[in-house]
């Protein structure tokens, strides 16, 4: 059974300040993907990650996938308010299977 | 304008009385899916389907049904809801990938938001 973790769950950080959110899967695969949830609202899509190594930017986000560790990360730069919402990470089953896992979520509140 | 809708948004109903929630997507995708949304549990996965007539189970399958008679509509059948159904559940949908097993990021819908008394 494929386990997707990430950590923090909650994440409180003043505006200004960096930090990293992490995404631990159990599974081979070679496509993570990120998306964003604003309280009370949908999921977006945010980064698509396709291959080990892969590197991609969105202002002040960078989300980066190493598949031999079976790790992506979330990096935020100089956090803004507008940043303040819940994180997914989400990783298919493979093995055969388009059951896709999602990580619990990160919530993250940027205080000015 | 592409997007996935789904209907009713909010639905307030009792225990045993059957209901459907509707989606369907306008951007001609092959996967579409439904999830439920659970605080502190994430999404978890419903089911899913891969095209017209192909459907397979989620990670939290029980008490639900589906159907994908048409590319478009993915409708979620709750045949005799029960409290613990009490749930936000998305409806999404994307292209799949050919050459691998995996799907390109996906629209999610609006949510509905279902109360079983």
Same mark, same amino acid.
């Given at each position: 059974e494929l386990k997707v973790e990430q950590n923090p769950l909650f994440l409180s950080m003043q505006e200004g300040k960096n930090y990293t959110i992490y995404c631990n899967y159990s599974t081979t695969s070679d496509r993570l993907y990120w998306y964003r949830q604003d309280p009370g609202k949908s999921l977006e899509s945010l980064f698509v990650l396709l291959s080990n190594g892969a590197v991609k930017q969105e202002g002040r986000l960078m989300a980066s996938l190493d598949t031999k560790a079976r790790l992506s990360t979330l990096h935020i730069t100089a956090a803004v308010h507008d940043l303040s919402a819940t994180y997914f990470c989400a990783v298919y089953s493979g093995a055969g299977s388009y059951q896709l896992t999602f990580g619990k979520g990160t919530k993250l509140s940027v205080i000015p | 304008?592409?997007?996935? !809708? &789904? %209907?009713?948004?909010?639905?307030? @109903?009792? @225990?045993?009385?059957?209901? !459907?929630? @509707?989606?369907? &997507? %306008? =951007? %001609?995708?092959? +996967? =579409?899916?439904? +999830?439920? &949304?659970d605080p502190g549990l994430g999404l978890r996965q419903i089911y899913y389907s891969m095209n017209v007539e192909v459907t397979d189970k989620g990670d939290v399958p029980e008490g639900y049904k589906v159907s994908r008679k048409e590319k478009r509509n993915f409708p979620l059948i709750l045949e005799s809801p029960s409290p613990n159904q009490t749930s936000l559940y998305f409806c999404a949908s994307s292209l799949l990938l050919r050459g691998s097993r995996s799907t390109d990021t996906q629209y999610f819908g609006p949510g509905t938001r279902l109360t079983v008394l």
């Open positions: - | 304008e592409a997007q996935v !809708t &789904q %209907n009713p948004r909010y639905l307030i @109903t009792v @225990t045993g009385k059957k209901l !459907t929630v @509707t989606c369907s &997507q %306008n =951007m %001609n995708h092959e +996967y =579409m899916s439904w +999830y439920r &949304q």
